[in-house]
């Protein structure tokens, strides 16, 4: 009887150990993996967002392009989403951007110094700034600085 006393909790923590549902994060829990790792496995697109906090300057402003599934409070550096549904910058008429170097300075106006865009996500079909977010890597004053696992970051020159 002792010995089932022991057995049976053992095998259960064996089995959530090493289950690959729960094994993550029980070894966070018990300190074997870091916040991190856990959100590198768990949210792919953190790794890229931990870049950015590590190694854009601390006054940077960045518009992100992001999914729906992917949340921007991971992001230390103040951010303005690629969104009509935000306020600080009007992206409710698209017709009144005629072209790239419009685009480039009405979020700098804004205090836009970088952008973090996910060229291979879905984003909403109506999203008006569509057509600039795939030109990123094609416009002039725009530089490439990382290419990520979920997007790339550009700074504005």
């Known amino acids: ?3 089932l006393v022991f057995w049976i ?6 089995y959530l150990w090493s289950y690959e549902k729960y094994a993550l994060k029980l070894k966070c829990v018990f300190g074997k993996a870091s916040r991190e790792e856990y959100l ?4 792919p697109y953190t790794r890229d967002i931990f870049w950015m906090n590590k190694n854009l300057p601390s006054g940077a402003k960045v518009l992100l392009f992001f999914s729906e599934e992917m949340r921007p409070f991971y992001l230390e550096r ?3 989403l690629g969104s009509i549904l935000q306020r600080e910058i009007d992206f409710s008429r698209p017709e009144k951007i005629k072209n790239e170097e419009e685009f480039l300075n009405l979020i700098k106006k804004h205090g836009v110094t970088h952008i973090f865009a996910a060229p291979n996500l879905a984003l909403e079909a109506d ?5 600039f977010r795939f030109r990123l890597g094609k416009m002039a004053g725009v530089k490439l600085i990382y290419q990520g696992i979920r997007g790339n970051v550009y700074q504005l020159l």
């Open 78 to 80: 103040d951010f303005v």
């Open 9 to 14: 909790p053992m095998s259960f923590l064996t």
């Open 40 to 43: 590198f496995q768990a949210l």
């Open 1 to 3: 009887m002792g010995i």
């Open 127 to 131: 999203l008006p700034l569509e057509k």
